[in-house]
């Protein structure tokens, strides 16, 4: 029997999974316990009314870039062959470029590390694809899923006791599961209710995004420079972190921007108007852009979010547990958060379709083993990224140097550059 999304009824409300979150990590997570066999009740407010699909050349902000893994969890979920291939763009090269000096880049001398799908014998690196787009085809599949009721509503009140917890929705609905997940955000609502500490570190950076048309083809190539940190301007003002311009391909003639940029520096590209932007980004790079991609034309207004490294203390609790932004935040230089958070739920569907049936789903020697089996991933890949970002921070000509060598050095293994292929594609 197919249940729709109508409030689940009184007898319905004992469940062996909930899900606060309706995010790309919160559905999937959802779908994919209720294909296992569970009975799971998903909590997230539905947008007011069905969002149309975009028309051709209209871009939305948010862009992720999905690797192998979560291709193959979209494949395991029935979800990839539903997402229209007119709104996917594969990656098949990617370039990155050191902060050398603006004269070398103006003469086309860029010596760029070159990761390429051909060379690693993979047929992509990556899946370019909108954020609303994945969610539309999600919120589909969770409709026809008979094991999923999805309660359109925020949860007010969590309690535990020892045989499961209570979740009290803002309408007065009472649901008892035996393990409540929260995919609810950086903010998480869940993770505050538990009490559970996190370790943050604020970039003092925003994301600046923006969708542009491009004269001339992208070749399927994503982009990336490091342009390291903006001079100071005042003797007392803060070293200001290396900034970071990343170009990623959409179908088309079209790519979407991810410039990390210095707050102030942010507010300034989120003031122009779309021409001066572009010229902002045409000359960011040392005219790299302009040489890669011609003259661009913006087509989405730009938007910023903060950026921040985070991570909660505890993964798990009894009755409870963390996935995607709500356990762990990372810089977006490497494109990762995303797959990092659709990693957390294969492994928690594995540790779900592989428990003792003499465990509960909230029991804590069982989430452990989630928490245990997600923390090489993270900590390498947060290692990684934080570590780029402050090696292109620090100023001054002798860090360039060596920086801008080791780049050209990874550069010349063959087979390093796969390892870290390897490493990305999850």
């Not at 909590?43 to 862009?63: H, L, M, T």
């Not at 009140?157 to 008892?176: C, H, I, K, V």
């Not at 950086?186 to 925003?206: D, E």
């Amino acid at each position: 029997m197919i249940r729709s999304h109508a409030p689940a009824r009184p007898n319905s409300s004992q469940f062996q999974i909930a899900v606060v979150g309706g995010g790309i990590v919160g559905k999937a997570c959802a779908l994919l316990l209720a294909q296992q066999g569970m009975q799971v009740a998903l909590v997230a407010p539905r947008p007011p009314g069905a969002a149309a699909a975009p028309g051709e050349g209209e871009w939305g902000s948010r862009i992720y870039a999905f690797s192998a893994s979560s291709q193959a969890l979209f494949e395991r979920l029935r979800v990839w062959e539903a997402l229209d291939p007119a709104r996917i763009q594969p990656v098949r090269d990617m370039r990155v470029f050191g902060d050398a000096s603006a004269a070398d880049a103006a003469a086309g001398i860029d010596g760029d590390l070159h990761f390429s799908a051909y060379a690693a014998a993979v047929p992509q690196l990556a899946w370019i694809i909108e954020s609303d787009h994945v969610e539309r085809v999600l919120d589909t599949a969770l409709r026809f899923q008979p094991q999923l009721h999805w309660f359109d509503d925020s949860a007010s009140a969590f309690d535990r006791d020892d045989d499961g917890a209570t979740l009290t929705l803002a309408g007065g609905t009472r649901l008892r599961a035996a393990c409540v997940i929260g995919a609810d955000g950086a903010r998480s609502w869940l993770r505050g209710q538990c009490h559970i500490p996190v370790s943050t570190r604020r970039y003092r950076q925003l994301g600046v995004v923006a969708n542009f048309h491009c004269e001339q083809p992208h070749h399927d190539t994503a982009s990336q420079w490091f342009l390291g940190p903006l001079p100071k301007l005042m003797a007392d003002e803060e070293p200001a972190n290396g900034e970071i311009l990343a170009m990623l391909p959409l179908p088309g003639p079209y790519l979407s921007m991810v410039w990390s940029a210095d707050e102030a520096h942010a507010r300034e590209l989120l003031a122009l108007p779309p021409e001066a932007l572009c010229a902002a980004v045409a000359e960011a790079a040392g005219g790299a852009v302009g040489r890669r991609f011609g003259a661009l034309r913006c087509v989405t207004p730009a938007q910023g979010f903060p950026l921040v490294l985070q991570r909660a203390e505890q993964f798990v609790q009894p009755h409870m547990a963390l996935v995607g932004d709500a356990a762990h935040v990372v810089h977006p230089l490497a494109g990762q958060g995303v797959n990092l958070g659709l990693r957390d739920v294969v492994e928690l569907g594995r540790v779900m379709a592989d428990k003792e049936t003499f465990r509960g789903e909230g029991d804590l020697r069982l989430l452990r083993r989630y928490e245990r089996a997600r923390a090489t991933d993270l900590l390498s890949l947060t290692v990684a990224t934080d570590g780029l970002h402050r090696l292109f921070s620090l100023p001054g000509s002798l860090p360039a140097l060596v920086r801008n060598a080791g780049m050209r050095a990874v550069g010349s293994q063959p087979l390093l550059k796969r390892f870290l292929i390897g490493r990305a594609l999850g």
